[in-house]
């Protein structure tokens, strides 16, 4: 399991100037093929990433996002604690007005749990 620096991950996202930075809209984005490591068993967990935001100056470039995600693929980190990372990440390089991010999580072991954290 990695022990990557945040940063490292943080620094893979990119912006582009909002067209309309007047205006209030709402942006989401649908991550279905998410991947990350469960940090007690090592087996992969799958899930959904939804990200839907009111932009203020930028926008996130949608490659970079999938680039991103795609660094916690090998990354043992419980649902919660990536969540809130990927939050925290999202509003320290885009700053919206609003976010809410949620982890929709396939089922393991007859559970299955969907993580939401909004901001501010």
């Known amino acids: 399991m990695s022990n990557t620096n945040e940063s490292d991950f ?10 309309a930075p007047h205006r209030d809209f709402t942006i989401e984005h649908n991550c279905p093929e998410f991947t990350s490591v469960c940090p007690k068993t090592g087996q992969p967990d799958y899930g959904t990433i939804v990200f839907t935001y009111v932009p203020d100056e930028v926008c996130v470039e949608l ?3 999938k680039m ?11 649902y919660e604690a990536i969540t809130n990372r990927i939050l925290d990440d999202f509003v320290a390089v885009v700053k919206p007005r609003k ?17 939401t954290i909004e901001y501010p």
């Open 68 to 78: 991103y995600l795609q660094r916690f693929r090998n990354e043992g980190i419980f």
């Open 99 to 115: 976010l809410r991010v949620e982890s929709r999580w396939t089922p393991r072991g007859g559970l299955n749990s969907n993580i």
């Open 10 to 19: 943080r620094d893979i996202l990119e912006v582009f100037e909002n067209p």
């Open 63 to 65: 490659k970079s996002l």
